[in-house]
């Protein structure tokens, strides 16, 4: 079945240790992109990838960088974990051959991020 | 800036019961999504709509889009425990982005 993965599924870090969370997709979609998700709150973008152009949000902090090398797999790095930085993470894609307006997104299962 | 507001943000009914959600916005969406969203998982696409007055039915959901496309409700009917979770709306936007509402917390108790 075509997915998106996200591993690992949960994340402990200590607080200023840098960490790296990994998406994959087997759904050959130009679109991927990370939230943020705090307790029973809408998720909030980080930044996206349309193929290889990089779109960031403009109140995203300069602690969060992505890499995307390859259509398949997509990486959020957090350089300096805070304790407000514990939260899920969700990967999501979509195919953006639609107009941009009307994009279905795919969401992993999230990766829980602990910061002690 | 386009907004969505849920209402209501929680929702605790006995199982058997009906409940609505609604999903509100003072702008025109060309296309809103429905998500579920179990804890400790990611939320998993239920609808899409994109004709104003359009009505689509997934077994005991309800998914309605309003004429001028600015706001849009989720009814179900007969609600079981499995339907607990968390339901998001979420409108398409420029630049292959979507606004979220704040979301519904849904409770069914057996």
């Known amino acids: 079945d075509a997915m998106v993965i996200q591993n690992p599924r949960y994340q402990v870090t200590q607080f200023g240790k840098p960490v790296t969370l990994s998406c994959s997709q087997t759904?050959?979609?130009?679109?991927m992109y990370w939230y943020q998700q705090k307790s029973s709150q809408a998720p909030k973008l980080l930044f996206h990838?349309?193929?290889?152009?990089?779109?960031n949000e403009a109140d995203t902090p300069d602690n969060f960088q992505s890499r995307r090398p390859n259509t398949s797999f997509c990486f959020l790095d957090i350089r300096s974990p805070g304790l407000g930085d514990a939260a899920m993470y969700l990967c999501a894609t979509s195919s953006g051959m639609r107009p941009s307006s009307y994009n279905e997104q795919f969401f992993g299962p999230g990766t829980r991020l602990t910061v002690l | 800036t386009q907004l969505l507001e849920q209402s209501p943000q929680f929702l605790s009914i006995q199982e058997g019961e009906n409940l609505t959600v609604y999903c509100n916005s003072s702008?025109?969406?060309?296309?809103l999504q429905w998500y579920r969203q179990e804890p400790g998982e990611g939320p998993v696409l239920l609808v899409t709509?994109?004709?104003?007055?359009e009505v689509k039915k997934l077994k005991r959901l309800t998914f309605q889009f309003g004429d001028a496309r600015k706001d849009s409700s989720l009814h179900i009917t007969a609600a079981q425990p499995g339907d607990t979770g968390l339901y998001l709306c979420a409108g398409g936007a420029a630049g292959n982005k979507l606004t979220f509402g704040g979301g519904t917390r849904v409770l069914v108790k057996p």
């Open positions: 709509v994109v004709t104003g007055g």
């Open positions: 759904l050959n979609h130009n679109v």
């Open positions: 990838y349309y193929d290889k152009d990089f779109n």
């Open positions: 702008s025109v969406f060309s296309s």
